[in-house]
């Protein structure tokens, strides 16, 4: 049985709650243990699995959050940087599924973290097991 730590980006309260059923119906559905760490926002979503990974505590992470396009230049910093972070984790061998939705408007948003419709949190749970089983292949 596999620990894994959901890191919310926690700003839009009923798309999280979406992204985070999803991931927690696919990890509890495949008989591991789940927890959920609150952050301020996407930035500190890489800050979060860094720490926590140097914990040994967790064996995978799933990054949950929602970065909607506004007016300024602001959306692709967020959606650029923690993207980016989170890549250099899992370069760094940490097993790592990325659900934080980076999209246009609320409407996009509310179809992809739908655990009925597009299930991004669910996705991001199935690609952190899938690493999961990667990295012990090869870690002894």
Same mark, same amino acid.
């Given at each position: ?18 992204l985070i059923a999803g991931a927690r119906a696919v990890i509890e559905g495949a008989g591991h243990e789940v927890e959920v ?30 970065? %909607? ?10 959606? *650029? !940087?923690? #993207? @980016? =972070?989170?890549? /250099? ?20 948003? %509310? ?10 949190? *669910? !996705?991001? #749970? @199935? =690609?952190?097991? /899938? ?10």
């Open positions: 049985m596999a620990k894994i730590l959901i890191v919310e980006a926690r700003f839009y309260d009923h798309l999280n709650d979406q760490l609150t952050v301020p926002g996407a930035l500190e979503v890489p800050g979060a699995i860094a720490l926590a990974a140097e914990s040994g505590d967790y064996d995978g992470f799933v990054a949950i959050g929602v970065v %909607i396009r506004g007016e300024t230049y602001h959306f692709e910093i967020v959606a *650029g !940087e923690s #993207a @980016r =972070a989170i890549m /250099a984790l899992t370069m760094d061998g940490i097993a790592i599924g990325n659900g934080i939705l980076t999209v246009e408007n609320e409407q996009q948003a %509310i179809v992809r973290a739908d655990p009925a419709q597009k299930d991004k949190g *669910g !996705e991001a #749970a @199935r =690609a952190a097991l /899938a690493m999961i089983d990667i990295a012990g292949r090869f870690t002894r």
